[in-house]
């Protein structure tokens, strides 16, 4: 069974377009995130959510909509994209937002801007 | 800001050597973990390390967090093949977890 799964494993678009990524995890989860990975392999948070609340936005433009419509899903809409979104998104969910709670990462979602 | 550096960025080695890579920040963690990534899929946490001067062993692989709680390093004995992947440490802020620069292994055969 997978843990947390993200869809699609590829995107290619062109800029100005608008796309949407999703992410669910089935393993009972209180808080799920998105992170982005540049080309150097930099995992940088985006959002955080607990219980579908927004915790954490960290300074993502506001092209981006995370949304969250229990607390098994958690979604990304971008809006507009432009060259500079090309990345590998990432969801991970971890049991809550205890210091101790390891983060499971689905296996990323591929943008491509053109 | 929060920022985990580590070092070496980039490292390939023969099988049977021995490798340390070093995760290393001015700032305090409450817990440090360590994740391997493999291509195309998403991170893997190996190990939570909470207090400091903590050493965790995982078979060949061994974890130390500073007394400080600042830095961590991960030591590899008689790295295989299989080793080779991304590694990178990830320290728990507020709310979050921030992510290490990271550490391209590879391990020849």
């Known amino acids: 069974d997978t843990a947390v799964s993200q869809t699609p494993k590829y995107l290619v678009t062109q800029m100005g377009n608008d796309k949407s990524i999703k992410c669910e995890q089935n393993?009972?989860?209180?808080?799920m995130y998105w992170y982005k990975q540049d080309s150097k392999k930099f995992l940088k948070i985006m959002f955080s959510y607990n219980n579908k609340e927004l915790i954490i936005n960290e300074t993502v433009p506001n092209r981006f909509s995370p949304k969250s419509p229990d607390k098994a899903h958690l979604n990304l809409h971008i809006n507009s994209l432009e060259l500079g979104d090309s990345a590998v998104y990432f969801c991970?969910?971890?049991?809550?937002?205890?210091?101790?709670?390891?983060?499971?990462f689905g296996n990323g979602t591929r943008l491509t801007v053109t | 800001t929060q920022l985990l550096e580590q070092s070496p960025q980039f490292l390939s080695i023969q099988e049977g050597e021995n490798l340390t890579v070093y995760c290393n920040s001015s700032?305090?963690?409450?817990?440090l973990q360590w994740y391997r990534q493999e291509p195309g899929e998403g991170p893997v946490l190996l190990v939570t390390v909470v207090t400091g001067g903590e050493v965790k062993k995982l078979k060949r692989l061994t974890f130390q967090f500073g007394d400080a709680r600042k830095d961590s390093s991960l030591h590899i004995t008689a790295a295989q093949p299989g080793d080779t992947g991304l590694y990178l440490c990830?320290?728990?802020?507020?709310?979050?977890?921030?992510f290490g620069t990271g550490t391209r292994l590879k391990v020849l055969a």
């Open positions: 991970a969910s971890s049991q809550d937002l205890g210091s101790g709670s390891p983060l499971h």
């Open positions: 700032s305090v963690f409450s817990s």
């Open positions: 990830a320290g728990r802020g507020t709310y979050k977890y921030i």
């Open positions: 393993l009972g989860h209180d808080t």
